[in-house]
């Protein structure tokens, strides 16, 4: 069975929550396994990247640094929003320079980059 890490984020906990369910099911029947990442954090989706871009890079950044962690190549992120948000992460990470520098600082941690973003229609 194919695993892969998930971030149902903040709408697939709440507003969207039927979403969440579905996505995990299809996975399910598909015999593709979805496993929530561990102590995720809100990606900055919210008005968190409206107000402050570099902590909402953060956040996002966070997540994708769990992952690693937590051994996931891929991070399955249905939310359209969070998924722009955590892509968006994962190329400040991959190109590397300033940017990737401010977010370590602000995280405290070095960032490997790694961790592929994908939509579930990537995979489907």
């Known amino acids: 069975m194919a695993r ?24 399910d029947a598909l015999g593709l396994e979805l496993v929530e990442l561990s102590d995720w954090s809100c990606c900055g989706a919210t008005s968190g990247h409206s107000v ?15 992952a690693a962690d937590q051994g996931f190549a891929e991070l399955v992120v249905p939310c ?25 600082s602000l995280l405290g941690r070095s960032l490997s ?8 229609v990537e995979i489907l």
Request: glycine fraction near 12%; charged fraction near 20%.
């Open 4 to 27: 892969y890490g998930y971030f149902p984020g903040c709408s697939l906990t709440g507003s969207s929550r039927e979403y969440g369910i579905s996505t995990v099911a299809v996975f």
């Open 52 to 66: 402050n871009r570099d902590k909402a890079d953060a956040l996002a950044s966070r997540n994708l640094a769990l």
């Open 80 to 104: 359209a929003s969070c998924f722009n948000r955590t892509k968006r992460a994962a190329a400040i990470v991959a190109e590397g320079g300033g940017r990737k520098r401010l977010i370590e």
């Open 113 to 120: 980059g790694g961790v592929r973003v994908v939509h579930p």
